[in-house]
Nanobody, 126 residues
């Protein structure tokens, strides 16, 4: 049974940093395309970044240059380093995984990801 458990959310002032983690279990982590999505109140869920088994990464334009997605295959853990955060980064952040699609195919389409964590709240104050 797949489990994705996010941690590291919280409240931070604009310009600050946070590091999110996602502990994964129940599947072969090294086979997966992993991603971070976020959903702000009243808005649709949007992709933040994804990373494939070769550590190739893709970022949404809104976070490029500020956020870094990474992973530790030995620990089956996904990370999101968030630097220079802005109030518009306030959202619930979700970890997602798929072993059905390569990242280049799964892309930023939420329905292409089979498994999701419960989310962690990030609040950025100005």
């Amino acid at each position: 049974q797949v489990h994705l458990v996010e941690s590291g959310g919280g409240s931070v002032q604009a310009g600050g940093s946070l590091r999110l983690s996602c502990a994964a279990s129940g599947f072969t982590y090294s086979d997966a395309c992993m991603a971070w999505f976020r959903q702000a109140p009243g808005k649709e869920r949007e992709a933040v970044a994804n990373i494939d088994r070769y550590d190739r990464t893709t970022y949404a334009n809104s976070v490029k240059g500020r956020f870094t997605i990474s992973q530790d295959n030995a620990k089956n853990t996904l990370y999101l380093q968030m630097n220079n955060v802005k109030p518009e980064d306030t959202a619930v952040y979700y970890c997602a995984a798929t072993t059905q699609w390569y990242c280049v195919v799964a892309g930023f389409v939420a329905t292409n990801y089979d498994d999701w964590g419960q989310g962690t709240q990030v609040t950025v104050s100005s």
